[in-house]
């Protein structure tokens, strides 16, 4: 299975608002409703911050947003601010049974 | 306090085994199904791979990379989870998450992670 599809890179001003692709197959992304984000500070450890597509668990700012259309989901970050510097992970079930994860995407607040 | 703590991480030849574990608390160890993920030095995260609870069959499902080497168990008498590695190479050098998947928010999201565990394969 191979890993989804993220740019490596993506940045923007406080207060703006900046929007992460994660691109796969239709045996994964396209296929399920199962695409999940995980946001990662350095040193730490993944929170999961987005789950089914574009559900947020209780606690996660309403800043953070999913989506998909077709082989691709979507992660939105708006109204930027400095904590949200961080490395976003996706990750899709695939039809294989397996997870597959994005190869992460590196976010800079200017 | 819901908490995963592995250990048994360190330092292994290559062509070794080795064997981590996860000693879960605060939650219903029993119903979760269990993930491990891992996570290189300054890479990226990496699916390894799961145990399903016994309600959902208890099957292990693996990753490509490591199916045939790698052999997840669980022991849900003492809410523990494992991960057995064998002939393991420098690829296999990481940060050892263990992870709950899709308990607490939708199926086959990983809603709960350990601190992690360091498995170093070097000569």
């Known amino acids: 299975q191979s890993a989804l599809t993220q740019p490596p890179s993506a940045s923007g001003s406080p207060g703006q608002s900046v929007t992460i692709s994660c691109t796969g197959t239709?045996?994964?992304?396209?296929?399920?409703?199962?695409v999940s984000w995980y946001q990662q500070h350095p040193g730490k450890v993944p929170k999961l911050i987005i789950f089914?597509?574009?559900e947020r668990p209780s606690g996660v700012p309403d800043r953070f947003s999913g989506s998909k259309f077709a082989n691709t989901a979507s992660l939105t970050v708006s109204g930027l601010q400095a904590e949200d510097e961080a490395d976003y992970y996706c990750?899709?079930?695939?039809?294989?049974?397996?997870?597959?994860f994005g190869g992460g995407t590196k976010l800079t607040v200017l | 306090e819901m908490q995963l703590v592995e250990s048994g991480g360190g330092l292994v030849k290559p062509g070794g085994s080795l064997r981590v574990s996860c000693a879960a608390s605060g939650f219903t160890f029993s119903i979760a199904w269990m993930s491990w993920v891992r996570q290189a030095p300054g890479k990226g995260l990496e699916w390894v791979g799961r145990i399903k609870s016994k309600t959902s069959g208890g099957t292990p499902d693996y990753a490509a990379l490591v199916k045939g080497r790698f052999t997840i168990s669980r022991d849900d008498s003492t809410d523990m989870l494992s991960l057995q590695m064998t002939s393991l190479n420098t690829e296999d050098t990481a940060v050892y998450y263990c992870v709950r998947e899709g308990s607490a928010y939708g199926f086959h999201s990983l809603d709960m992670w350990g601190q992690g565990t360091m498995v170093t394969v070097s000569s």
């Open positions: 089914a597509v574009n």
């Open positions: 239709s045996s994964d992304v396209g296929g399920y409703n199962y």
């Open positions: 990750t899709s079930y695939a039809s294989s049974g397996s997870l597959v």
